[in-house]
């Protein structure tokens, strides 16, 4: 069964930190290129990072530096870091995976994966 489901959403001050966290199932840990995406008021789908299977991280140029993702491959958990966030971030944040090679994945354009889970809102106050 495939899925999906994040977690660590929440309200932070800008400058501030937060972490998210997705589970994965099996099949999509280990044949799909992991990543997040947000939607906010001025972006649809914006792809924000993806890692590979092997651990290949990339980033949109919006977020790089400020944000790392990573994966643990024993719990099938993937995470976001996320630092120095700004209230124009405040949105929804998914977790996706997409079949093509990581380079290929549209980050920080619109990015529409193979799968997405139900979201989670983040809200960052000035």
Do not use: H
């Given at each position: 069964?495939?899925?999906?489901?994040?977690s660590?959403?929440?309200?932070?001050?800008?400058?501030?930190?937060?972490?998210?966290?997705?589970?994965?199932?099996?099949?999509?840990?280990?044949?799909?290129?992991?990543?997040?995406?947000?939607?906010?008021?001025?972006?649809?789908?914006?792809?924000?990072?993806?890692?590979?299977?092997?651990?290949?991280?990339?980033?949109?140029?919006?977020?790089?530096?400020?944000?790392?993702?990573?994966?643990?491959?024993?719990?099938?958990?993937?995470?976001?870091?996320?630092?120095?966030?700004?209230?124009?971030?405040?949105?929804v944040?998914?977790?996706?995976?997409?079949?093509?090679?990581?380079?290929?994945?549209?980050?920080?354009?619109?990015?529409?994966?193979?799968?997405?889970g139900?979201?989670?809102?983040?809200?960052?106050?000035?």
């Open positions: 069964q495939v899925r999906l489901s994040e660590g959403g929440g309200s932070v001050r800008s400058g501030g930190s937060l972490t998210l966290s997705c589970v994965a199932s099996e099949e999509l840990f280990s044949s799909y290129r992991l990543g997040f995406l947000r939607t906010s008021r001025d972006k649809e789908r914006e792809g924000l990072a993806g890692i590979d299977i092997d651990g290949t991280a990339k980033y949109a140029n919006s977020v790089k530096g400020r944000f790392t993702i990573s994966r643990d491959n024993a719990k099938k958990i993937l995470y976001l870091q996320m630092n120095s966030l700004s209230p124009d971030e405040t949105g944040y998914y977790c996706a995976a997409d079949s093509r090679p990581i380079w290929d994945v549209p980050l920080g354009s619109g990015w529409t994966p193979n799968f997405r139900q979201g989670t809102q983040v809200t960052v106050s000035s």
